[in-house]
Structure formats: C-alpha cells, structure tokens
C-alpha cells in the first residue's frame, strides 16, 4: 500500500516537471548535445592523430638529439680545456712580461667583442 503511493507520487510530481519544461526546447538541447559531441570526438580524433605524427617525428629525431648533446657536451668540455690552457699561457707571459696585455680600460676601447666565457 505504502509503495502504491510514493509510486503514485512519483507519478504525478514527474508529470508536473513535464508541464514545467517544453519539450521543443528539451529536443533542441538534446541536439546541441549530439552537436558538440560529434564536434569533440572529431577533435578528439585529430588530437590523436596528431600525437602518434608526433611520436612518430619524434623516434625517428631522437637519436640525432642524442648523438648532437653527446657532441655539443664534448665540444664544451673541450673548449672549457681550451680556455683554461690560454688563461694559464696568459698568466705566465703576465708573469714574465707585465707590460704585455693592456689594463682594462684600454682593452675595453680595443676588444668590442662579447665575453664568450660570461653567461648572459
């Protein structure tokens, strides 16, 4: 008996929002719904294609980048060899000649090029 009427109730506060909401405007959201659906599995689509493009872009550059670090990092280590060498020569002629290497004012106004060694 109880059951029969919370069904009944249900029934009938179900058919009030029926009245409440017009069903030409339930129909028309119903199909922006599918619209935007259909416009985010499309899109969903493509972002998929245009990740395996770029997986696949990527395995085939990889192991240039690789082998371009290993080099570039061996290039540094040698040119940080270099650098150290010349300071040491640079330190000795000081040492033996002083008058050399112009001060520091008077190389400014010479040397206009950047410092390679200072970071920026």
Do not use: W
Not at 103 to 109: C, K, L, M, Q
């Amino acid at each position: 008996m109880e059951d029969e009427s919370i069904r009944e109730a249900s029934k009938e506060v179900s058919r009030e929002f029926k009245t409440l909401v017009n069903s030409d405007d339930l129909d028309s959201l119903k199909q922006l719904q599918y619209l935007i659906l259909g416009r985010l599995q499309d899109s969903n689509a493509v972002l998929s294609h245009f990740n395996e493009y770029s997986e696949n872009c990527f395995a085939e550059v990889s192991g240039d980048f690789s082998r371009n670090t290993r080099l570039l990092r061996s290039m540094k280590s040698d040119l940080d060899y270099i650098f150290q060498k010349l300071r040491s020569m640079k330190a000795k002629i000081l040492a033996t000649y002083p008058d050399a290497f112009p001060d520091e004012s008077v190389r400014e106004a010479l040397d206009q090029r950047p410092d390679l060694e200072m970071p920026q």
